[in-house]
Nanobody
Framework: QVQLMESGGGLVQAGGSLRLSCAAS????????MGWYRQAPGKQRELVAV???????NYADSVKGRFTISRDNAKNTVYLEMNSLKPDDTGVYYC???????????????WGQGTQVTVSS
């Protein structure tokens, strides 16, 4: 089994910063993409940022220049540094990973349980 454990959410004022972490554990041969999604109340889950194993990153337009995604392959961990937070950034943030559990197996998609981020105005 594979588990994604998130941490770092909380309540912050507009303009503040938070850092999210997500560690993957279990039977893992290789992690391809790792990323963060978020879901605001009444809205669909949306991509925030993703990083592939080679280090290439992609961001939602709404967070470009404010958020930074990074990963530590040795620790199977992905981070999301969030600066200049806005009330519109409020939501549940979910970690996502595409994982090859054993060599030559197909990628499997995993989700964390989510962590709440609330930005007050």
């Amino acid at each position: 089994q594979v588990q994604l454990m998130e941490s770092g959410g909380g309540l912050v004022q507009a303009g503040g910063s938070l850092r999210l972490s997500c560690a993957a554990s279990g039977s893992i041969f290789n992690i391809n993409t790792m990323g963060w999604y978020r879901q605001a109340p009444g809205k669909q889950r949306e991509l925030v940022a993703v990083v592939i194993s080679g280090g290439i990153t992609n961001y939602a337009d709404s967070v470009k220049g404010r958020f930074t995604i990074s990963r530590d392959n040795a620790k199977n961990t992905v981070y999301l540094e969030m600066n200049s937070l806005k009330p519109d950034d409020t939501g549940v943030y979910y970690c996502n990973a595409n994982i090859e559990r054993i060599r030559w197996s197909a990628n499997e998609n995993y989700w964390g349980q989510g962590t709440q981020v609330t930005v007050s105005s």
